[in-house]
């Protein structure tokens, strides 16, 4: 069994075991298992339809969160025109309405756009990756489990995987 990683995915995968204080001996044997390598974008093959099915999934997420953004600044624009009625300073007004109706709408747009779908390039790199070897996609990312089913790929969910990897090793221990 072998480990790829395209390279600016161990760069974040190093960043994240860095951050939580991963001892250094354990770094040491992950960067001599992990293989780093680059997709080959130029020659990977990928169905139009799934090129089709991302587009049209993409449309939609779009005019959802143009529907998200329209309805936060209608929620905002009543509330802000109910406290102004009530003599409420502007400065009130934008610190209790304006300051919390961002603070949603961020995190219901960043829902509707992000959530169940590919949202950066490493992401597309791991699937191409993976694509191109015929291997199988271990994450966490809901984005990289959706597309790698629709690819037709294996995916792992990154909390099986160690209680997998523990099986595997017994038999070649």
Same mark, same amino acid.
């Given at each position: 069994?072998? *480990?790829?990683?395209?390279?600016?995915?161990?760069?974040?995968?190093?960043?994240?075991?860095?951050?939580?204080? *991963?001892?250094?001996?354990? #770094?040491?044997?992950?960067?001599? %298992?992990? !293989?780093?390598?680059?997709?080959?974008?130029?020659?990977?093959?990928?169905?139009?339809?799934?090129?089709?099915?991302?587009?049209?999934?993409?449309?939609?997420? #779009?005019?959802?969160?143009?529907?998200?953004?329209?309805?936060? @600044?209608?929620?905002?624009?009543?509330?802000?025109? !109910? #406290?102004?009625?009530?003599?409420?300073?502007?400065?009130?007004?934008?610190?209790?309405? !304006?300051?919390?109706? @961002?603070?949603?709408?961020?995190?219901?747009?960043?829902?509707?756009?992000?959530?169940?779908?590919?949202?950066?390039?490493?992401?597309?790199?791991?699937?191409?990756?993976?694509?191109?070897?015929?291997?199988?996609?271990?994450?966490?990312?809901?984005?990289?489990?959706? %597309?790698?089913?629709?690819?037709?790929?294996?995916?792992?969910?990154?909390?099986?995987?160690?209680?997998?990897?523990?099986?595997?090793?017994?038999?070649?221990?």
């Amino acid at each position: 069994m072998s *480990c790829h990683m395209p390279p600016i995915t161990y760069k974040e995968f190093s960043e994240y075991m860095a951050r939580y204080e *991963c001892p250094r001996e354990i #770094m040491v044997k992950a960067d001599t %298992w992990i !293989v780093k390598k680059s997709p080959n974008r130029y020659d990977t093959k990928i169905p139009s339809e799934i090129f089709y099915e991302y587009v049209q999934d993409m449309r939609d997420r #779009m005019n959802k969160g143009m529907r998200i953004s329209e309805n936060a @600044i209608w929620e905002a624009a009543v509330q802000s025109l !109910v #406290m102004m009625s009530r003599g409420e300073k502007k400065a009130q007004i934008e610190n209790e309405i !304006v300051g919390k109706a @961002i603070a949603d709408f961020r995190k219901r747009y960043r829902q509707a756009l992000r959530k169940g779908t590919l949202d950066s390039a490493p992401d597309l790199d791991v699937l191409l990756l993976a694509k191109e070897l015929g291997a199988g996609v271990v994450a966490a990312d809901e984005g990289i489990k959706v %597309w790698a089913e629709r690819l037709g790929l294996r995916f792992l969910s990154a909390k099986s995987f160690p209680k997998m990897m523990n099986e595997y090793l017994k038999y070649y221990e």
